[in-house]
């Protein structure tokens, strides 16, 4: 697997994380719009008959090969299957509140927390619709732990005006997400893959990816 930081173009304090493996590169950058997004392309993909590319799964497999890029893999998986928060800063009104209100804003806090969790999270595979678009029709990533490896599965729901073959970009909103909090999650993340020391292009060469021009 070969690891990549490259300067991002919006941002140009970050870097883009890209993992090559298999045909495939994996891309975590933050947009201009300021939201993550999780990208993969497909690099098979012969750009002068895209036209007959069928769309299709796309898997990613993080092993223990690059232990540092692993382990931060499986802390954003444990920390979110087990619901793995900072503490949470209290207001400094909320000494003012009654009891009953606090307990009450406790347990609607953790009522809407099991809610978001059990929506996002089924039989240990954390399922992500991007928050691109409406739930049904979003692109969906799937993280699961397979025999010590975090397999990542790109899936693309429906084909879009807008959308590349081969493709598939999941976003991840800094507010408004229908996952919050568990957007922090992967916040801190990408924060903590900014610190891993792997080769790095500094320069900035614009559009990263080859765009198709689709007529």
Not at 64 to 74: D, H, K, R
Not at 183 to 203: G, I, P, T, Y
């Amino acid at each position: 697997m070969e690891i990549k930081k490259v300067i991002n173009d919006n941002q140009t304090y970050l870097y883009d994380f890209i993992l090559s493996k298999d045909n495939l590169n994996f891309k975590i950058f933050f947009g201009g719009n300021l939201d993550l997004y999780w990208q993969v392309i497909d690099e098979s993909l012969d750009y002068d008959n895209y036209k007959n590319y069928e769309n299709k799964t796309l898997e990613f497999v993080i092993d223990q090969e690059n232990m540092e890029v692993y382990l931060l893999f499986s802390k954003l998986y444990n920390d979110i299957i087990n619901k793995r928060f900072k503490e949470k800063e209290e207001s400094v009104l909320d000494e003012f509140l009654p009891s009953e209100t606090k307990e009450y804003l406790k347990k609607a806090y953790e009522k809407e927390l099991d809610d978001t969790y059990n929506s996002l999270v089924k039989n240990s595979v954390i399922s992500w619709h991007s928050d691109e678009t409406y739930y049904e029709v979003s692109d969906i990533v799937n993280i699961e732990l397979v025999n010590d490896s975090i397999k990542i599965t790109f899936i693309k729901q429906v084909e879009s005006d807008y959308s590349f073959p081969g493709e598939i970009s999941i976003r991840f909103r800094n507010s408004g997400s229908r996952y919050d909090p568990f957007n922090r999650l992967f916040m801190a993340h990408f924060n903590a893959l900014q610190n891993v020391s792997v080769e790095k292009d500094e320069k900035k060469t614009g559009n990263q990816e080859k765009k198709l021009q689709v007529n």
